[in-house]
């Protein structure tokens, strides 16, 4: 079990690697590709050896080898947390292949996600899709009880922010809208704790941006919804069932 962990996180570190590259290439409509990787800067190429996750930044101090520009402290920061949540994940979901592969997917596409959503507001389809669809794969090959599941709680996630989005526009994108039913699809019943999450740190958020600029200044401000919910998402993943079974105990 530890191997297992521990090549779980030196994965999420190589993929987190990558996901920074997702994150600044794919909203520009740039190859994932080509050409590799470079410095934002001077566009020198980056060595292998200046590639390695967290390590290299941390040798570089945080610096381009051969400009000296400095390199935003996110892309090891970005590393260190998607291996640390594929570590998570194992650790977590060790005995159920099926809640291993939807854990690590589902934070493969948290990540990015969050991360557009910050910079540019949107939450591009070509990770919602795919995602979509590869949830649904995991289900019909490791755990075929759970495709019913998934579906309820895909629609159902989905459509109560579709008429939260329909009720109101401005608050609501449809980008938010999809990635809740992709959480659906990921989490089960589970994702009643992600949207309960999801929604209670942007309540927090926005009643924090009002008491500092005020009120009619804090509703000005345009607050990107999708990192929430991926925070929810995130939580989910490792207490959504504990929860959910609770609910259901009790009530």
Not at 9 to 29: E, K
């Amino acid at each position: 079990m530890v191997a297992a962990i521990v090549l779980a996180a030196l994965g999420g570190l190589i993929i987190g690697s990558f996901l920074n590259v997702v994150a600044y290439r794919l909203p520009r409509g740039e190859s994932l590709a080509h050409p590799p990787s470079r410095c934002p800067n001077c566009e020198t190429p980056v060595k292998p050896y200046d590639n390695i996750p967290v390590l290299s930044w941390l040798l570089l101090r945080g610096k381009c080898r051969h400009c000296k520009a400095p390199i935003s402290p996110q892309y090891p920061i970005v590393e260190a947390i998607t291996g640390a949540l594929y570590a998570a994940v194992m650790w977590a979901r060790w005995d159920d292949a099926s809640g291993i592969a939807l854990g690590i997917v589902l934070v493969t596409a948290l990540i990015p996600i969050t991360l557009i959503d910050f910079e540019h507001r949107i939450i591009p389809n070509k990770i919602t899709g795919p995602a979509a669809i590869v949830a649904i794969l995991i289900g019909a090959i490791l755990d075929q009880d759970y495709i019913v599941e998934q579906l309820i709680a895909g629609a159902a996630a989905g459509g109560f922010f579709l008429l939260a989005a329909i009720a109101y526009p401005k608050g609501m994108g449809m980008g938010d809208v999809k990635l809740a039913g992709v959480l659906g699809l990921y989490l089960g019943r589970g994702v009643g704790l992600a949207l309960l999450v999801g929604l209670i740190a942007g309540v927090v958020v926005g009643a924090t941006i009002m008491a500092r600029v005020g009120a009619r200044e804090g509703r000005k401000t345009a607050v990107p919804f999708g990192p929430f919910l991926a925070l929810g998402g995130a939580v989910a993943i490792f207490a959504g069932d504990a929860v959910a079974n609770a609910y259901v105990d009790h009530f």
